[in-house]
Every structure is written in C-alpha cells, then in structure tokens.
C-alpha cells in the first residue's frame, strides 16, 4: 500500500541546544529530540546504556514475597517447577529461571504447554501432572496474571503459586504467593514495558542480592546476571516489546551477550539460522526467534526450552536442525494459508470497504494463524484474526492490529461470542465456537468501524528528518549507530531528501531495485527493497536509512531506501 509520509515538526532551539549539551551531530539531536528525549541526562543515558541504571526489582509489587518463598524452598530443598508460555518470551524465560535457580542450587524442572493439547496458560490438568512430579512451588513465567481459577486450586492442592508476568491482568488478580507483574493495580516499577523474561530477569537480580545478604556465595561463586541477557534479549525483542527504558538496557547488552555467547544451545541455534558476527535486532527477530518459535508452533515448544538449557554441542546441534526444519515446515504453511487468506478477502463483496478481517478455515494450521494474521495487516492495514477450526466445532484464533486500533479493547464488547480472549494492544488470542464466527465478524468489525476512521487504514511512514545531500556521509552513518538498537519503540531512523536524480536503475534479486541517484554534484548508491515495480522517472523524494554496506572485505556508504514518490 502506498503510504503517507508524516515528518515531524521539531523545535530547532531544542535541538540546537541538546546537540552542544551533548556533543553530537545536530542530526542525532535532531532525531533524539524527534522521539520524545530532549533533556542532556536522558539522551546521555539512551547514548550510552548502562546495567547501573536499572530500577530496583523490589519496586515491583509481589517481590518481597516472591523472594521470601523461593529462599524457603532452597532452604527446605523443595522441588521447583517453572511453568513457562510456548512462544520465545516463555521459552527464554523459562531457560533463564532454570538455569540460574540450577546454578545457585535449587532443584527445578519445567514445563511447557502444548499449544494443541493444553492451550495457552496454566490449566489444572497440567498443574496436577507437576504436583504428582512432586513439585511444591511452581512459577509461571510469561503466562498466569489470568489465572484465577488455577491458582485457587494449587491452594486446594496445598501447592505453592508465585505469578510472573507481563500480560493486561483483569479484575480480580489471582490468589497466589506472590504476583509480579508491572502492569497491576498498585506496582510502583516505573517501566510498564517489559517482557515476561525481563520480569523474571528483574526476579533474579532481586533474589541474588537475597542469597548475598544470606551468605550464600563464597569467593568468587557470586553468579553474573549479564550471561543471562542474551536469553533476556532474544525474548523481549522477539516479543516486539518496545526498546527503550529499561528493555533497551536489556538489548543493548543481551545483544553482546548474544554476540559472543559461549552456550552450546545460543551458538548452534545461531549456526542452524546463518547468523555469525554481531548479532542484531534484525537478525533476533527475523532469524533466531522464528525457529525457537517453530517447535511450539508445529508441535511442543520443550525442545526450544531444551536447546537453551542443554551444554552439550552435538545435542543442541542436532535440536537446533530439528527446529530449522520446523521453521521450513512453518514458513511453506504459512505461505499456503496466506494465498488462501487473500483469495478469501478479495473474492468477497465487502473489501475494502470493512475497516476489520476476520476470516476462518477447517483448513488452517493453529500455530501459524497470528504469524498469517500479520501478513495480512501488512497488506491490507486493516486490524486481521483469523481461526483455526477444529472438527469438534470449536476454533482458536490469533489476531495482530494497526496504531490506532487497541485489538485487546476491541474485544472486550465482543466478548458474548467468545469462550475466551486476551493479549495486548497490538496482538491478541481468541476461544470461540465455529458457530459464532459469523455474530464475531460482524461485532468487532462494529467496534473496528466505531474507532478507526479513514486516515487510520493509511499507512504512515514517520519520517524523522529532512536533510541535504551534503549532510549524508560515512561519518553520520557510523554516528547513527549509537541509536541502537532498533526495535519496536526505537525504529530505525528515516531521513528525507528531495528532487534526487535516478542516473542508474537495475532490478536485482527478488523484486529489488539497485540505483544510482544524484544531486547537487553528490552521488549515491541506494538498495529499494521489493520495489522493483515501482516508478522512478523524473524527480524523486526518497524516504531513506544511511548505512556502510559491507562487501567482499570492502565497506561503502548506501542509502536503503524505505519508500520513494514522485518529487513534490
């Protein structure tokens, strides 16, 4: 879809001012100032992350009690079951709690959910398997703030609960030893944002400064909590939780870790997905996570949680090939449920003029509708569920959203057609029976209709600056890295030039556009992705990234390209 580009309006004298405080290009403070970070302390501290600068753990409601009970476990050499989510939060955040519990002498297993079998959460099924294992504490991890009925009978089964999560809580908390989650009434962590590993993380840093003040480390026995940030790191940006406050500190040095890890499970799942040297946002999210996220997604998500855990290579190998080829598995259902998604929405009589998609199919695999559901609202911009239907009348479905539209909101009025719903702003799951599919449709493209206007299903491409050919160079090109990393919450800059010359065109690869532009005696290489059947005749704005392309030894400045439209 084409898109509206929207630059912003930023105050010269701010930024003038941030860039001499701080000593940086005018266009860096220029950017800073774009995204909100004015004052010198707050960009000095988003420049330069520091692990110093994270909150206290204990300012999250829950953890004192949390704390108290796991060091009674220790003591008492209680069996420790942590009970994780399916998808790449839950698996690392499972991996993190069972190695260091583990490490600092705690006997604990784990369990995860099978997406087919047990659905999503805690059930008392499971929760039964894992007392009859012999578990008298057991910590959710990713999954739990809904659960209320389980905790209820954990305290029937004489069983320790202690919740940790990240997920909107309803209105009645559950009944548990302790809840942390940043998100419910009356916690005073001041970041709202972080993954469920990076609440299980801060549980970590609280319950080691406990086992410090009891004495528990001699010498140089004291774990160090930075090698467990890759896990932190590959699960908050896998679970596109915005990269600012204290994720970006978790990013910014779980990216290190990731970097140069030394755990057999990280390097061989690193091998199996291509990825060597400094590892990237881009590279967590595009190639480590979707193969973490294969197993739980096809079948069980334990030989995720298992390559994480396991210190022996040729294990972690033969795990790490197992997902790749889960992940292959998933990417040609994917691309088979898309077809048949877009067949279905372009054969019906009512696109474009509905604002939602709702689609369903006795045909479509439960583990891949959410990863279908975003392609199409890359497509259509529309907020998408789609549902897998069972035979015995009941469908599960996943559902991704646009800015502008709160999918979690949305259902809430939906709620007489649904046996169960929850998720967040931007994504959401659903339980409902393949009978109301047609009442479903229709109510929530009635709230999508209430809330979203005609400017909402457009597309915006936010452009954070405006600059000449003369401004872009290898020198800005490096300094552009001190923002990283780009995620959700920090996304990569665009910068704007206009009236550019194309002196060079050739199509390359799938669909790519190599190009040579030009203006004001400066010439470019640029890279336009998937733009091959695009216009280029004439004078041309590009919307772009500087970047320094690396090649056979060699390294160039180019302009990736981010969206391009006849000069204004």
Same mark, same amino acid.
Not at 34 to 56: E, N
Not at 129 to 138: E, K, Y
Not at 147 to 158: I, K, L, M, S, T
């Given at each position: 879809?084409?898109?509206?580009?929207?630059?912003?309006?930023?105050?010269?004298?701010?930024?003038?001012?941030?860039?001499?405080?701080?000593?940086?290009?005018? @266009?860096?403070?220029?950017?800073?100032?774009? %995204? =909100?970070?004015?004052?010198?302390? =707050?960009?000095?501290?988003?420049?330069?992350?520091?692990?110093?600068?994270?909150?206290?753990?204990?300012?999250?409601?829950?953890?004192?009690?949390?704390?108290?009970?796991?060091?009674?476990?220790?003591?008492?050499?209680?069996?420790?079951?942590?009970?994780?989510?399916?998808?790449?939060?839950?698996?690392? =955040?499972?991996?993190? @709690?069972?190695?260091?519990?583990?490490?600092?002498?705690?006997?604990?297993?784990?369990?995860?959910? !099978? %997406?087919?079998?047990?659905?999503?959460?805690? !059930?008392?099924?499971?929760?039964?398997?894992?007392?009859?294992?012999?578990?008298?504490?057991?910590?959710?991890?990713?999954?739990?703030?809904?659960? &209320?009925?389980?905790?209820?009978?954990? %305290?029937?089964? =004489?069983?320790?609960?202690?919740? &940790?999560?990240?997920?909107?809580?309803?209105?009645?908390?559950?009944?548990?030893?302790?809840?942390?989650?940043?998100?419910?009434?009356?916690?005073?962590?001041?970041?709202?944002?972080?993954?469920? &590993?990076?609440?299980?993380?801060?549980?970590?840093?609280?319950? %080691?400064?406990?086992l410090r003040a009891e004495g528990a480390f001699t010498n140089d026995a004291e774990p160090d909590l930075r090698e467990w940030l890759d896990l932190v790191a590959l699960g908050t940006i896998a679970d596109v939780m915005p990269l600012t406050g204290q994720n970006r500190i978790y990013a910014f040095f779980g990216l290190r870790q990731l970097s140069g890890s030394s755990k057999p499970g990280i390097q061989s799942l690193k091998q199996a997905a291509g990825v060597t040297g400094e590892v990237s946002c881009g590279q967590v999210g595009f190639r480590l996570a979707p193969r973490l996220n294969a197993a739980g997604r096809m079948e069980s998500a334990v030989p995720g949680v298992d390559l994480l855990l396991s210190i022996n290579p040729q294990e972690t190998l033969g795990i790490a090939t197992d997902l790749d080829a889960a992940n292959a598995e998933r990417q040609a259902i994917e691309r088979r449920m898309v077809g048949e998604a877009i067949e279905m929405i372009e054969a019906a009589d009512d696109y474009p003029g509905r604002r939602s998609i709702v689609l369903a199919s006795e045909n479509w695999h439960q583990g891949v509708v959410g990863i279908v559901a975003s392609r199409l609202v890359e497509r259509y911009y529309r907020p998408a569920i789609l549902i897998a239907l069972a035979e015995d009348g009941l469908g599960k479905g996943s559902g991704r959203s646009i800015p502008g539209f709160h999918l979690l909101d949305a259902l809430s009025p939906c709620a007489q057609h649904l046996d169960r719903f929850g998720g967040h702003r931007y994504a959401a799951g659903v339980g409902l029976k393949a009978d109301v599919v047609a009442g479903f449709a229709a109510a929530f493209e009635a709230e999508a209709a209430r809330m979203l206007t005609n400017d909402d299903l457009v597309p915006k491409l936010n452009i954070d600056a405006e600059v000449q050919p003369e401004e872009i160079t290898t020198d800005l090109a490096q300094e552009l890295k001190r923002l990283e990393p780009f995620g959700a919450g920090n996304p990569e800059p665009v910068l704007l030039m206009r009236k550019m010359t194309v002196s060079e065109r050739r199509v390359v690869g799938e669909g790519h556009l190599r190009l040579r532009l030009t203006r004001a005696g400066r010439s470019f290489n640029a890279i336009a992705f998937r733009m091959a059947e695009r216009e280029t005749v004439g004078l041309l704005d590009i919307a772009f990234f500087p970047e320094m392309n690396e090649w056979n030894g060699s390294s160039s400045l180019q302009l990736r390209v981010k969206d391009l439209r006849p000069a204004e």
């Open positions: 879809m084409l898109k509206q580009w929207e630059l912003k309006e930023i105050d010269s004298q701010a930024v003038a001012a941030l860039a001499h405080e701080i000593s940086v290009n005018p @266009l860096i403070a220029h950017i800073l100032v774009a %995204r =909100g970070i004015t004052h010198p302390d =707050g960009a000095r501290a988003f420049l330069a992350p520091s692990l110093s600068t994270m909150f206290d753990p204990y300012l999250l409601l829950g953890m004192d009690s949390a704390v108290s009970r796991l060091l009674a476990a220790r003591r008492n050499h209680e069996i420790i079951c942590i009970y994780g989510d399916y998808d790449v939060d839950g698996i690392t =955040g499972t991996a993190l @709690l069972v190695s260091f519990l583990r490490t600092v002498g705690f006997t604990c297993q784990y369990f995860i959910p !099978n %997406r087919f079998d047990d659905g999503y959460g805690l !059930n008392n099924d499971s929760l039964e398997q894992i007392i009859a294992m012999g578990a008298t504490l057991i910590v959710s991890v990713d999954c739990g703030i809904t659960a &209320v009925d389980e905790a209820q009978f954990c %305290r029937q089964r =004489g069983v320790d609960l202690i919740i &940790v999560d990240h997920h909107v809580p309803r209105e009645i908390i559950p009944d548990a030893v302790a809840v942390i989650n940043p998100l419910q009434p009356g916690c005073e962590y001041p970041f709202k944002s972080l993954a469920g &590993v990076g609440v299980a993380f801060n549980l970590l840093v609280a319950l %080691r400064s406990a």
